[in-house]
């Protein structure tokens, strides 16, 4: 398994860390049935609050989606091959996410953690079909049966993969989805601090000498 792909997202736009620069575009839409509400904090975690124009639509449709995009240009290739992302039930015991991945369906109906439980969010992981790798992949988000008054925090999406060169070198790269809101703020994620091996494990620090990935970039630990 491979770091995850940089990605972040500002001021309703996606934008790539420097390290993807001039190799993908990206993208966010969001449905007219959706809005944001701001960041919240939770025991140190920075959430995207996302809630709902019509409270209590019982059906996941195009007007409650949240979409990510990116697509490799200038002969680049992307392959994702898992998805993660942390998410928490806002004052509420009702709401629904589904998550779809390349326009199919990979989950349904999830009832994240609620802000007042122990712990107060819940991370979920899924295998991903890369699919054409010279085309854009897309992860939606349907958030339905909220009340009006409430939101669905989304932290720390990432998107695992590696992304060739026209040459046919491949690259690991790693970040998560941040600032999805119109707020001039800064990151809404904290940086992924973790240490991966170059096999893509991760690990706490490390403990033996070698070469690892850390914030992005490769360091060598004598």
Same mark, same amino acid.
């Given at each position: 398994m491979l770091p995850p792909v940089f990605i972040s997202i500002h001021n309703q736009k996606a934008i790539v860390g420097s390290d993807l620069t001039g190799k993908v575009s990206t993208d966010v839409t969001i449905g007219s049935g959706l809005t944001y509400n701001g960041i919240r904090t939770l025991n140190d975690l920075s959430e995207t609050c996302i809630g709902v124009t019509v409270g209590n639509n019982p059906v996941a449709d195009d007007n409650n989606k949240l979409s990510f =995009? @990116? #697509?490799p240009i200038n002969g680049y290739e992307l392959a994702i091959n898992k998805i993660e992302f942390i998410a928490t039930r806002i004052g509420t015991d009702g709401g629904y996410i589904d998550v779809s991945w390349a326009g199919n369906k990979i989950a349904e109906k999830?009832?994240?953690t609620r802000n007042n439980a122990t712990p107060q969010h819940t991370v979920y992981t899924y295998s991903v079909n890369p699919g054409d790798t010279k085309k854009g992949h897309k992860l939606t988000f349907n958030v339905?049966? $909220?009340g009006s008054t409430k939101q669905i925090g989304f932290a720390n999406i990432k998107l695992y993969g590696t992304l060739t060169s026209p040459s046919g070198a491949k690259t690991a790269?790693? %970040?998560? @989805? #941040? %600032?999805? +809101? +119109? $707020?001039?703020?800064? =990151?809404l994620v904290e940086k992924d601090d973790a240490w991966y091996t170059l096999q893509g494990v991760r690990i706490d620090k490390p403990t033996t000498k070698g070469i690892y990935i850390h914030r992005g970039k490769k360091v060598f630990v004598k």
């Open positions: =995009s @990116v #697509t999830l009832r994240p339905y049966a $909220l790269f790693m %970040d998560e @989805v #941040t %600032d999805i +809101n +119109n $707020l001039e703020s800064e =990151s």
